[in-house]
């Protein structure tokens, strides 16, 4: 039987909805009546010559999608699960050339080189200087005078030093990163007036960037990754094209999910004002895993069945594309006791906010929880009064839970 909540033509990914809110009564709905269930769209309008997608909704269910690349593809049509409907499909089929839209083994070649650059001595060479940046940042936005908006005063900040201190960008050029990556993804906020065009045009100036990066490297190695990375193709390492894809990635995996992160963990710490006192006393660890589950920065990716199988009682054919629901499967009631509550205690937490596991799980995983943690420590520490001034105005986009403004008061 068709979900009884989820009227005709209602569709998860459409950017009007995200624009609003996160789909969660709907979600839940779908967890307990239909769990997979296919979502019909109008031809082409999400750049696809389809006629929709199925949607998974259970926890269970977006883990196993995630954890078979066999029988779920994000090379076929990427993991982008809607774009404009002007896109065309030679456009997608370029970004296939991205690490998130490769299946294994290609995917495994890439990772295993790339991972080099997140190893926990890596993360850990980065600790105190990113922690002093997170005082300075919180530091420059405490000493406004009256309401600023965290997203640009505080929020992007970390995530985009990081980085830069990761790949050796010169910390003058991170607000290139930041234009270029907020282009990539804001072709559905009439806001920005950004079209297909210039979303391509500024991955291709970030793209040029990074490969010009690689090119400096290879003529004069530095002790940094982008020279462990680049230095010798010839031993396992990443051409000028791929190194290029990988920062294009990174500029959006690394930036934009952990900076909606922080913004969305700000904004629930201050709606539920017992939890900020809490986390101000105590300082949990399992603080940033709580603000991911409860952001879920990547609402959804999709995967493409590479052969006719069946999934939550439902039969799949070869060719249909799977949307992955990330935003649901952490509201899950069957794994997460309270799902709605924000607990920063919660533990254990087995959220999917950084993939569903399987050859795609974040790569960055440890940094990003780094960034939180240095993040919300300062703010306690140097904005312990920190209020809402107004609420929050939400990006419009088809797979991104994101946040353009969020007015605050140092107090």
Known sequence: MPCPALPDGFDLTDPDLLHARVPLPEFAALREAEPVRWIAQPRNIAGFQDEGYWAVTRHADVRYVSTHPDLFSSYLNTAIIRFGEHMRRDAIDAQRLILLNMDPPEHTRVRQIVQRGFTPRAIRALEERLRDRAQAIVARARARSGPFDFVTEVACELPLQAIAELIGIPQDDRTRIFEWSNRMIAYDDPE????????????????????????????CPAKDIVSTLVAAEDEGNLNSDEFGFFVLMLSVAGNETTRNAITHGMHAFLTHPEQWELYKSERPGTAAEEIVRWATPVNAFQRTATQDTELGGRTIRKGDRVGIFYASANHDPEVFENPDVFDVLRDPNPHLGFGGGGPHYCLGKSLAVLEIDLIFHAIADAMPGLRLTGDPRRLRSAWINGVKELRVSAG
């Open 192 to 219: 920005y007036a950004i079209t297909a065009e210039v979303g391509a045009e500024s991955a291709a100036e970030l793209i040029t960037y990074a490969m010009a990066m690689a090119a400096d490297r290879k003529q």
